[in-house]
Each structure stands twice: as C-alpha cells, then as structure tokens.
C-alpha cells in the first residue's frame, strides 16, 4: 500500500513543519487551567494531548477526521451491496485524513489479506492459557506473542534514525490490523467452539472476513460488523485505551506492546468492558424479573436496586458526552432497519426511555445517556453471538484502527516521552495553607 505510505508521510512533512511554526510563535500560549478538583477527579477536562485522528464535542458526539458517524456512512465506501461503510476506508481517512476512492479501500483490504499470516508460536502461546482466561486476556496474550515481529523494535535495536520511526511504525500497525482479527477469530473458536477454526475467505473485506473466521456467514451479521468496527474505532485521545497507547508508545515501545497496554485498559468495566456488563445486566433483569419483556415501572424497580447496590448502571454516562451518543443512535438505526421486533432490543429502547430521567433525580451524574456499550450486546445477540464474555474483544479489534493510526501521527511529529507532574495531597494541604508553590 504504498500509496497510502506516501500520502501519509507528504501530509505528515507538512503538519510537522506547520507545528514547528506554530510552537515558535504561539508556544507559551496557554490553553486553559487545571482546577485542583481536576487533578483529585481524573483530569476531566484538562487540554494536555495532541491526539490527529478523531475529535468529540461534548454535546454532538465523535467526528472522525471532521465527518460524523452518518456522514461516514454516506461517503465512506461500502461492500458490494452493502449499505455500511467498510472499516478499511474509515482507517485510510484517520491515516491520510482523505477520503479513500473504492480502489483505495480494495487495495488496503488485499495489502492487510497479504500481511495477515501469523508466526505459528502465537497459537501456541495463546493455547498455554487455560480456557477459563477471560477471551480479552487471550487476546491480549496473542498480541504481546505477535511483538516478536515488531519492525519497529528490530530496527530501533539496529539503530535506527529518529526521522524514519514513522516508518517502521506504520508497518507494525499495518501488519498488527492485519492480524488482529485471526487472533481474535482464534480466541473465540479456542474458548466457545472447541477449537474448530475456520480458515480466512481471501476474498472477503476485513470485517466480514472476521465475521467469517468467527463462524458467522449472514449478510446481516456481515453488515453490523463493519458498522462495529468502524465506529468503536476512535474517540479522541483522552480516553483510557487510546490515551494508554499513547503515552506506552511515548516511551518507544512499538506498536504491539502499545495496544496490548491500550486493551488491557479497555478490559476494565468502566470503559470496554462495560458491553458485556450491559448484557449481563438486562439478562440478570430479565431473570430476577421472570420476563424478557419487561415494562418501564418493572425497569425502573431494577434500576432503582442497581443504585441501591451501590453498583453502576452499565452503558449509562460518560466522562465527556453530555448528550446520548451518536454510536448508539447508529446502533439503534441499525436495529431498526434490521431487527425492529427482537424482543431484546426493544428491551434496550425501553431502558433507554426509563433509566436517564432516573440517574438525572440523583443530581450527580453528569450525563444520564447511553454510551456505545448499552446497545452493542443485543445487536450481537439477535444474531447468535451470545458469548459475552468476548464482547470487549470486538471492540478491541475495532480500537486498534484509531489508536494505531494515532501512533503513527505521533511518531512522525515527533512527539516526546509523556510525563506530566504530579503532586500529593501533603503538597496541596500546604500550598493551601501558603506553605509550599512546588508546582508554580
Ligand atoms: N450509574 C450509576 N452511577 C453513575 C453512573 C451510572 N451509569 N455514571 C456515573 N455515575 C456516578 C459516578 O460513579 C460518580 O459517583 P460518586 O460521586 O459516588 O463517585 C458520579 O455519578 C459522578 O460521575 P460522573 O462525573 O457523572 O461520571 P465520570 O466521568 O466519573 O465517569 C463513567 C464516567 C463512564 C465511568 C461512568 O458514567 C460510569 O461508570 N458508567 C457506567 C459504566 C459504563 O457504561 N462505562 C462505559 C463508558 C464508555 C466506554 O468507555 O466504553
């Protein structure tokens, strides 16, 4: 794909030397100020990253590269008779900030088929763990076995020029992308099919190649596949799997090493993992209840008991939107278009009406809406994928388009090791009482 390489690095040359200018005239601007409450509450809110590929308002949700989640699906090219945009274009716009042409899309599908071999110790590696391993944990094991081809790493070990990281970097992601999906097709066969594997289809695109590999052949699953895999790709940078790729990747460590640290962050339930929370929650409703049709006042009493349990309810707020999410609505279009009757999914509509005004009464949730993880699951379960467990992995899989086209950026701009300065409270309580400026 050395079209895509070569369009990369011309716009790459040009934003360094545009930052360069900007740091030398504009350099001591500052871009906001850091409350302590931030500094004790997560740093929400706090400017400090520079992250290309995607950008979110708090009120309209994620555009990637300054197209939203339906103007993608309008432009973005699609399958043949497909309506949905397929995940190869998405990563082509993120890299390039271009909008791909449909040969481009065929060309970098073909270049990650050609690159998607994996070495055969990563099987082995994987089949080391015990079958219970949770399935991002297998996962993320085949990642790390995969850092044996890092380019990056060989030619840093080689000594290599500063200028041509990027480089090397690119052809990590490239071949990583290209693999993840045989990893992660692996895992699920490993964990939930006893181990019968299916072999790539050369002639399917990424996503529904995926779909292939993990045992699904519908259109319809085919479909929601490469609508997944495009949207949970990218949210800008603060976020804790794309924010943890950046700073491990600050260090230099090359791209596999960077995702796994990234997934190892997705798998916790406040971020990825919160899509198989979601499921577990209305099936554990759904039991506690004794229907799986159940009405807005039974919800209510679940929702209520959830609270009260001193758990959260899962898919519900965000630590930046402030509005319901856009991924979901594409979910809920998609269901609509494709399932309007499955009682589940009503389910998650229902909940959708019953739980925001609910979590709004207590006064100190910031945002009451859903996320992308409250629809996922049962878009997956109408079409027989069940195994929950897996669900964070497919969002992993998708992830690893932004974080990894991000790692790039960095690395062709030059971005330096992250280290920002922390305190502690002893500090604070003396700076408040006028005692210590150490941080001024
Ligand atoms: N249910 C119950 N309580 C919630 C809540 C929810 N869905 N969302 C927020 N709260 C609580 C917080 O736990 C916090 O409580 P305390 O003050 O007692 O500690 C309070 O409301 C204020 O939190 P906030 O400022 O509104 O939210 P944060 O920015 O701190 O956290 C998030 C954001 C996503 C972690 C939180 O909304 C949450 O836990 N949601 C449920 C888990 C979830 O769906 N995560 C997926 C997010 C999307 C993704 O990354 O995939």
Do not use: C
């Not at 992660?184 to 779909?211: E, S």
């Amino acid at each position: 794909m050395e079209k895509l390489k070569n369009l990369f690095k011309a716009k790459a040359e040009k934003q360094a030397a545009e930052i360069k200018d900007i740091l030398k005239e504009h350099g001591t601007k500052v871009m906001g100020e850091v409350q302590l409450a931030q500094a004790f509450q997560g740093m929400r809110g706090i400017t400090g990253m520079i992250y290309e590929t995607s950008l979110l308002d708090s009120e309209e949700g994620i555009r990637f590269r300054g197209f939203t989640i339906p103007e993608l699906q309008a432009k973005l090219p699609k399958a043949k008779g497909g309506k949905e945009p397929l995940p190869e274009g998405l990563f082509y716009l993120l890299l390039s900030g271009e909008l791909p042409t449909e040969a481009d899309v065929t060309e970098l599908s073909a270049d990650w088929r050609k690159r998607s071999k994996l070495p055969s110790h990563v099987l082995r590696t994987i089949d080391a763990l015990p079958l219970e391993a949770h399935a991002m944990t297998q996962v993320t094991t085949g990642v790390m076995a995969l850092q044996t081809d890092s380019i990056f790493a060989k030619k840093y070990a080689e000594g290599v020029n500063k200028k041509e990281y990027w480089s090397y970097v690119y052809e990590d992601a490239m071949n990583l992308i290209a693999r993840l999906p045989e990893v992660a097709a692996y895992v699920y066969r490993r964990k939930y099919h006893g181990g019968k594997t299916i072999a790539a289809d050369q002639n399917l695109d990424w996503a529904a190649n995926f779909a292939h590999m993990l045992g699904f052949e519908g259109e319809g699953f085919k479909e929601l596949m490469r609508l997944y895999l495009t949207i949970h790709s990218d949210h800008e940078g603060g976020n804790v799997s794309a924010h943890t790729a950046h700073l491990v990747g600050s260090a230099l460590a090359d791209p596999y090493l960077s995702f796994a640290a990234a997934m190892n962050g997705l798998a916790g339930p406040l971020h990825g993992l919160a899509n198989q929370e979601v499921i577990k929650w209305i099936l554990d409703m759904q039991k506690t209840l004794g229907t799986d049709r159940p009405s807005g006042k039974q919800i209510e009493e679940y929702v209520k008991k959830t609270l009260a349990d001193g758990k959260v309810v899962p898919g519900y707020g965000h630590a930046v939107l402030r509005k319901t999410d856009p991924r979901f609505t594409a979910q809920a279009e998609f269901a609509k278009k494709h399932m309007p009757d499955d009682k589940l999914v009503n389910t998650v509509w229902q909940i959708y009406e019953t739980v925001p005004p609910i979590l709004q009464s207590l006064g100190k949730i910031k945002n009451p809406w859903p996320n992308v993880d409250a629809h996922s699951g049962a878009l997956l379960l109408h079409y027989g994928l069940k195994e929950y467990e897996y669900y964070t992995v497919l969002f992993g899989v998708s992830r690893a388009l932004g974080v990894l086209a991000a790692q790039v950026w960095s690395r062709a701009l030059g971005f330096p090791l992250e280290r920002p300065k922390s305190v502690t409270t002893e500090n604070v309580k003396a700076w408040i009482a006028g005692k210590d400026t150490i941080w001024e």
